[in-house]
């Protein structure tokens, strides 16, 4: 056998991979060690969308040094019509009536597509002279937050699942490429899932499931209203929940009452607010549906009866979430969830169209540790191509998992 001079990607294992659908990695051609995207063949980069959007996550392992602007061309690969401008608009968000600023993402300057997130203080990093990074605060994020017990013995949950996107004014791209500088030097850390199941998680863990085996657990019945179904997003989206607090598996917000009144919220038109279908297609195989949606976001539903083209709107909030809820938190369990176990120096690039993720780990204690601080790059870039209208039926659809 020739050794194969071609890029290749192998799944993880099963034992990682569980029924998540989710995880493969990478092996560059021989002789690259760093990933050189002007010497990938159309072959190789046709195999690395095949892995992607067949695997939702994948993961190119001892990227240190990577040059920030390969992040961009990179994901374009996979969405040929991104723009250039990063998900979260040409600046890092610093409005404080946005949710989005309490990150404080900062931006590399020479790479303006690509975000700075992490937990703690740097100087003088990529020609910023001060950089603060703050990681979620597990006491402030949840309604019923986890118990100083909880906190004391290492546990963490999923803060809030989403799409990397505003959903107002932008599209979300295709897909979100991770890299990570440094790894906190903490113990690994736990998730408890309602069936009583543990999940040990690398500390700071980026968790991902997927919108085709969400499709997969629901009844026949809830997948024809999904698939009939478009969903409008809040006006601001994230401004509107700014001071809602998240259910425990991070997936709704679990009581109403403290959204900010639309007429209260920073100026906003109807044409800028996202809507989308509630089922997405798969860009390689159009009829692998996947359900795309934003449990603590959503507004309204609106589901059309094909036989007669009659429309019926759920419009109360209240309502909506909790009939996405209803569909979405089937797939809480450990075993559909992959939760990425961070190396220094791994690039993973993931669909944004295809999975759900969310942050997790307890780190907002340890920003003052200079071994316990962590910095990773997000390159998300709007996309200029709305998410087609479904247009699957439950006949074409191709079972997954
Ligand atoms: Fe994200």
């Known amino acids: 056998m020739p050794e194969s001079t071609s890029l290749t ?22 002789g690259m060690p760093m990933l050189d995207l002007d ?16 695997n939702q996550v994948i993961v190119i392992r001892n990227q240190k040094g990577i040059d920030p602007t390969v992040l961009p061309s990179l994901a374009k690969i996979f969405d040929p019509n991104a ?28 790479a303006p597509q690509v975000g700075i997130i992490g937990s703690g203080r740097f100087q003088y990093y990529e020609g910023l002279k001060e950089l603060e990074v703050v990681h979620l605060d597990h006491t402030l994020f949840h309604e019923e937050p986890l118990s100083q017990d909880e906190l004391d013995n290492g546990y963490t949950r999923p803060y809030r699942w989403h799409m990397d996107t505003p959903f107002y004014e932008r599209l979300p791209g295709e897909v ?13 850390q736990k998730m408890k899932f309602p069936d009583g199941t543990e999940k040990t998680v690398g500390a700071g863990a980026t968790a991902f499931f997927s919108g085709a085996r969400v499709f997969s657990l ?4 809830e997948q024809e209203f999904a698939l009939n179904t478009t969903v409008t997003y809040a006006p601001q989206a994230y401004e509107y929940i700014r001071q809602c607090k998240a259910s425990e598996n991070g997936l709704t917000i679990p009581n109403f009452g403290r959204e900010v ?12 607010v996202a809507e989308h279908p509630m089922v997405w297609r798969n860009p390689l195989n159009p009829d692998r549906p996947f359900f795309q949606v934003h449990g603590c976001c959503v507004y309204k539903l609106t589901t059309r009866n094909p036989a007669t083209g009659e429309t019926t709107v759920i419009d109360d909030v209240e309502k909506v979430r909790e009939v996405v809820y209803k569909m979405q938190s089937k797939i809480y369990a450990a075993e559909n969830i992959y939760a ?22 307890q780190l907002a204690k340890y920003k003052e540790e200079e071994d316990k601080r962590r910095l990773l790059w997000q390159c998300t870039m709007t996309s200029t191509t709305p998410p ?3 247009g699957i039926t439950r006949e074409s659809t191709t079972r997954v998992m």
Request: glycine share 4%; net charge negative; aromatic share 6%.
């Open 9 to 30: 990607f192998d799944l993880l294992s099963d034992e990682i991979r569980q029924s998540s659908a989710i995880g493969a990695e990478i092996q560059l051609p021989p």
């Open 39 to 54: 010497r990938l063949t159309d072959n190789d980069k046709n195999t690395l969308r095949k892995a992607l959007f067949e």
């Open 83 to 110: 723009s250039d401008v990063h998900s979260a608009g040409e600046k890092a968000v610093s409005d404080p009536k946005n949710i989005l600023s309490a990150y404080k993402a900062g931006r590399i300057p020479r």
């Open 176 to 188: 979100t490429i991770l890299h990570s500088i440094r790894i906190p030097n903490v113990p690994d």
């Open 218 to 221: 629901l009844t026949p019945e």
């Open 261 to 272: 009144p639309v007429e209260n919220l920073s100026e906003w038109s109807w044409d800028k």
């Open 340 to 361: 990425h176990h961070w190396q220094e120096g791994d690039v993973v690039i993931f669909h944004n169209r295809g999975v759900m993720h969310s942050i997790t780990g």
């Open 388 to 390: 087609s209208p479904s």
